[in-house]
């Protein structure tokens, strides 16, 4: 499922595409992506507005319009949106639920298998720029620092464990179960500590090694997984699985100790760590 670097790819390239172009033209195709509005009511506050940024909080890609309003598009497990110029069309693919015609002539396309995903007009938005539906969600770390004080803050005399703290949206807003694992590692501390047992550097290693994990990753344009579901605007993979330590490598040595990585169960989730050097 997407995180925060592969969304903020995606909100990079269309930073490039969309902005300053107009709407022309609206169609959804799905009945499960326009749900806290009609579709009808999307299109009538889509088309004919231009969009004038391209913005993020956490997973959600904020597009704002010329009256003020933001389009929130929601990724979820395996959305997909896709820019296609040029004369030579291809065909609307399979699980195509929404298509934006822009005014000069191309297009932007929402794949979503799993129908997760979810678009939304909003115009009840706060001085940062925030919709009030997304008022619940924490620091982003790439827009505004993830210190350690912060973090430190969040973690203290909490039984939950850090893995289950470290993807709450409401503390830090981006980060799931991928780079979860990948930030505990770079860590050294177990996926399954509890938040509260943590010592002040052990806190401070933690929020060091989220920041360096999360710049690194949109470095890479994110990471594409076996399921190859998510690509960026383009169609192009990221790269950042190559460098993954402990995500999706349970068997394999680690690189740090050579113990094999493991995968544990927290809760209803899984999580893989290294139990040689991870503490
Ligand atoms: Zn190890």
């Given at each position: 499922m997407p995180e925060l670097p592969e969304v903020e790819t995606v909100r990079r390239g269309l930073e490039g595409v969309?902005?300053?172009?107009?709407?022309a033209e609206v169609q959804?195709?799905?009945?499960?992506?326009?749900?806290?509005?009609?579709p009808a009511e999307l299109t009538i506050r889509l088309v004919g507005r231009s969009f004038t940024t391209a913005g993020r909080r956490g997973k959600f890609l904020l597009l704002s319009l010329d009256d003020d309003a933001v389009l929130v598009v929601h990724l979820r497990m395996s959305g997909q949106l896709l820019h296609l110029g040029g004369p030579e069309r291809p065909p609307i693919a399979a699980h195509t639920h929404v298509v934006l015609v822009l005014g000069d002539g191309t297009e932007l396309r929402f794949i979503d298998p799993r129908t997760f995903g979810e678009w939304f007009v909003s115009?009840?938005?706060?001085?940062?720029?925030?919709?009030a539906e997304l008022?619940?969600?924490?620091?982003?770390p790439l827009l505004e620092g993830l210190p350690t004080a912060y973090l430190a803050a969040h973690l203290a005399?909490?039984?939950?464990p850090l893995k289950t703290l470290l993807t709450d949206q409401r503390i830090v807003a981006g980060i799931g179960s991928l780079y979860a694992d990948e930030i505990c590692f770079r860590a050294k501390l177990r996926p399954d500590r509890s938040g509260g047992s943590l010592t002040a550097p052990e806190s401070a290693s933690l929020a060091k090694s989220a920041r360096a994990v999360l710049r690194e990753a949109v470095r890479s344009r994110g990471s594409s997984l076996r399921d190859l579901r998510y690509r960026d605007l383009a169609g192009s993979f990221g790269s950042y699985q190559d460098r993954h330590?402990?995500?999706?490598?349970?068997?394999e040595p680690c690189q740090r100790c050579g113990n094999r990585i493991v995968r544990l169960k927290i809760g209803a989730r899984s999580a893989y760590c290294c139990e040689g050097c991870q503490l």
């Open positions: 969309v902005v300053g172009r107009r709407i959804v195709l799905g009945r499960r992506t326009v749900r806290r509005q009609s115009s009840d938005i706060d001085s940062r720029g925030v919709p008022a619940h969600l924490g620091r982003d005399g909490r039984r939950a330590a402990v995500y999706d490598r349970a068997g």
